[in-house]
């Protein structure tokens, strides 16, 4: 793997859920990491590559909407992002990691600048909540969630540099993705996502994708 050295140490806490995971991020990582903290940091900056990644990615808003919120239910929000996580998929669909019968041709034609603003883009926009249909499905999926995810995606499933953001996702996305990981079939795979969705039945699922869906 390019860009991660994964060290995996399982907890024997009792819970089946529980393992722990340490990564450590490799030198052009952090060294995307160190850009976006120095962008952070300045105003007009910011501004302007939220600008030009919002022109470099006038072709995504095909089917990620214009400000990264889909209207397609197979295809993910990009709006509200952790930019490194959006960073290391679209590397993972050019070098082959995760399949994607579009994604795969569309990022290779990308510089690593419009990579980067594009990125800064998608995560600088709002992304709004699905409410939940069945609030029952929901509650079971939110019990689910603080067993066995809240570690990793965080209390209100934020995510952290290269861990998804869950929250307000698409539910037929989340479930897809879900699906994918437990099939380990390579068209997505992550060590740290297999081993717990191979756990996950599909009613599991189905409550998983409407809790996260309904989080702002
Ligand atoms: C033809 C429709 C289409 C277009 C155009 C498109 N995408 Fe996608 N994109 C998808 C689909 C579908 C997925 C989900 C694939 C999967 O299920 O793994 C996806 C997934 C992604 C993801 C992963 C998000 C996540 O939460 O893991 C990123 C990042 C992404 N696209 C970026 C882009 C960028 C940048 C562009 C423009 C250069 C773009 N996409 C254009 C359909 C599209
Ligand atoms: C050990 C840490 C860890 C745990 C526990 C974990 N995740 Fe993840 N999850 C990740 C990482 C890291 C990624 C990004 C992996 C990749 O690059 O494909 C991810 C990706 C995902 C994605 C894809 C998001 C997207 O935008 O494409 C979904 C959906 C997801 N996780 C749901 C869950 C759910 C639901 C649980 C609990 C049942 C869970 N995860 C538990 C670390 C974890």
């Given at each position: 793997?390019?860009?991660?050295?994964?060290?995996?140490?399982?907890?024997?806490?009792?819970?089946?859920?529980?393992?722990?995971?340490?990564?450590?991020?490799?030198?052009?990582?952090?060294?995307?990491?160190?850009?976006?903290?120095?962008?952070?940091?300045?105003?007009?900056?910011?501004?302007?590559?939220?600008?030009?990644?919002?022109?470099?990615?006038?072709?995504?808003?095909?089917?990620?909407?214009?400000?990264?919120?889909?209207?397609?239910?197979?295809?993910?929000?990009?709006?509200?992002?952790?930019?490194?996580?959006?960073?290391?998929?679209?590397?993972?669909?050019?070098?082959?990691?995760?399949?994607?019968?579009?994604?795969?041709?569309?990022?290779?034609?990308?510089?690593?600048?419009?990579?980067?603003?594009?990125?800064?883009?998608?995560?600088?926009?709002?992304?709004?909540?699905?409410?939940?249909?069945?609030?029952?499905?929901?509650?079971?999926?939110?019990?689910?969630y603080?067993?066995?995810c809240v570690g990793c995606h965080g209390?209100?499933a934020q995510g952290s540099?290269?861990v998804a953001r869950l929250?307000?996702?698409?539910?037929?996305?989340?479930?897809?993705?879900?699906?994918?990981?437990?099939?380990?079939?390579?068209?997505?795979?992550?060590?740290?996502?297999?081993?717990?969705?191979?756990?996950?039945?599909?009613?599991?699922?189905?409550?998983?994708?409407?809790?996260?869906?309904?989080?702002?």
């Amino acid at each position: 793997m390019k860009f991660r050295i994964l060290i995996l140490s399982t907890l024997l806490s009792g819970s089946a859920w529980a393992s722990n995971y340490a990564w450590i991020p490799s030198p052009p990582f952090r060294e995307l990491e160190a850009k976006l903290t120095r962008l952070q940091a300045d105003e007009v900056m910011h501004k302007a590559t939220i600008a030009a990644g919002k022109r470099a990615a006038f072709f995504c808003a095909n089917c990620h909407g214009e400000t990264g919120v889909s209207t397609l239910e197979r295809v993910p929000n990009l709006a509200g992002q952790n930019p490194l996580y959006l960073l290391t998929q679209i590397d993972k669909f050019g070098d082959g990691r995760r399949q994607d019968e579009f994604m795969g041709g569309l990022v290779k034609v990308l510089k690593p600048e419009e990579r980067f603003n594009i990125a800064v883009f998608y995560a600088s926009q709002p992304v709004p909540p699905t409410p939940a249909r069945d609030a029952r499905l929901a509650e079971t999926g939110a019990k689910l969630y603080a067993r066995a995810c809240v570690g990793c995606h965080g209390a209100k499933a934020q995510g952290s540099r290269e861990v998804a953001r869950l929250a307000g996702q698409r539910i037929g996305y989340v479930t897809t993705a879900l699906k994918n990981y437990r099939g380990a079939t390579g068209v997505r795979a992550d060590p740290r996502m297999t081993g717990v969705a191979k756990k996950l039945s599909d009613q599991d699922i189905n409550a998983l994708a409407m809790y996260l869906a309904s989080l702002p």
